[in-house]
């Protein structure tokens, strides 16, 4: 529908101009929400897809399997589509990915191979991949400064509100309509890239950005400090998703809906810093920032494992979603500020590659640290190795970031 097309059906042409903009401010707020949905849409049915494939040890590890194939979709997704959108246009990129997301989410809904699950699942992880690097991207060009700042804020709190969403509602949809349904809900992408098709949005040029370094020949190869703090920070912030379970069954809070409303603070909270976030950054700037949410992560550590019951696991639950929940919107905001905006699409494929490596490690080395210390004291070591980072990355880390 063009403007023509617009003001003879009535709508006059600054009107729809109008509309498009908001489509396009709407498809960057809550794309990566559909991120979100890779594990929430399906956290509630494990167990069931468990039993499908044979229950006992072998269906607990394919149902994992299918959750885990869409995160190692995702580290392959981020390097390799990071470089291809340096060549191909990122709008286009973006559609592709919301077409990739939702044939390869929905196909749990018909598939009934594991392998050929294994496979869709990969594929709907580049997918998310594609929509979290052309998404951050685009608003790296529409916006700047401060402005920039609360977007990401803003499109962090529509992830946790995805989140909250999908962890009370596909439980009742499985239930209403078995767990294959909850696969269909990867279907929602198709109407997002309807209204990307009708959307404005500020296309990324070739060039230098605003706000980046004057870099002709820039190399993300340079910022490998940055994405190995970006690797450690994720180790550290899952500690709680992966293992505060394993905490509350040895304080035998065992109740999967007990367990699910504790989870659910980190959710609420998650969605209270981001609205938050860009009026934090604007008051105390982008070094205090990250200083604060390093010793926010280390004091919800700290709280449950000083926790002396669910009371104050709960308050650590939150304090965990209300600081470590602003990693992500940090450290994008950090690398378009850096990166040359045609590069900027490359940087932050890399930047997902090692959130999900942070991700995947944290099992290799929490688990471990349980076992030799204990549940809560593993999360009071943990807490304890981000104060300290916290203390050191504030007195060495270059204060340009402000």
């Known amino acids: 529908m063009n403007q023509q097309a617009a003001t003879s059906a009535g709508l006059p042409a600054s009107r729809w101009t109008n509309t498009r903009l908001i489509f396009g401010s709407v498809v960057l707020l809550t794309a990566t929400g559909f991120n979100s949905l890779l594990a929430t849409a399906l956290t509630p049915v494990l167990s069931t897809i468990g039993e499908h494939f044979g229950g006992g040890t072998i269906g607990a590890l394919t149902a994992q399997n299918i959750v885990t194939m869409a995160a190692i979709g995702i580290m392959i ?49 580049i997918g998310a991949a594609g929509i979290g690097i052309t998404t951050t991207a685009l608003i790296g060009e529409k916006f700047q400064g401060n402005d920039r700042a609360k977007f990401l804020g803003y499109r962090d709190a529509f992830v946790a509100l995805f989140g909250f969403i999908a962890l009370n509602g596909s439980g009742m949809l499985a239930e209403a309509a078995g767990w294959r349904a909850n696969f269909g809900l990867y279907l929602l992408a198709l109407p997002m890239l309807g209204i990307l098709m009708l959307a404005i949005i500020p296309e990324p040029e070739k060039g230098i950005s605003r706000d980046a370094p004057d870099a002709p020949k820039f190399s993300v190869l340079r910022l490998w400090p940055t994405y190995l703090m970006i690797l450690a920070c994720n180790v550290a912030g899952y500690m709680l998703y992966l293992n505060l379970s394993f905490l509350l069954a040895g304080d035998d809070v065992t109740s999967p809906a007990v367990q699910g409303r504790i989870f659910a603070a980190s959710t609420v909270m998650h969605f209270v810093g981001g609205m938050l976030y860009g009026r934090i950054v604007a008051k105390i700037g982008a070094r205090w920032m990250f200083t604060a949410i390093l010793c ?17 696991i709960v308050i650590g639950t939150g304090l965990a979603g209300l600081s470590g929940g602003n990693l992500l919107v940090y450290f994008s905001g950090l690398l378009l500020g850096k990166v040359p905006t045609e590069n900027r699409p490359q940087a932050i494929g890399v930047m997902y590659m090692s959130m999900y490596v942070g991700q995947f490690l944290n099992p290799f080395v929490a688990t471990p640290l349980r076992a030799l210390v204990g549940n809560h004291n593993a999360f009071l070591v943990v807490g304890a190795a981000l104060l300290t980072f916290a203390v050191i990355q504030f007195r060495v880390r270059d204060a340009k970031q402000d």
């Open 296 to 312: 926010g992560m280390a004091l919800s550590d700290f709280v449950i494992g000083f926790a002396p019951n669910t009371f104050w």
């Open 77 to 125: 997704g981020g390097p390799l589509l990071g470089v291809l959108t340096r060549w191909i246009n990122v709008r286009h990129m973006l559609m592709l990915a919301f077409l990739v997301y939702a044939v390869g989410g929905s196909a749990g809904m018909y598939l009934d191979s594991a392998p050929a699950i294994f496979a869709a699942r990969l594929l709907q992880g």
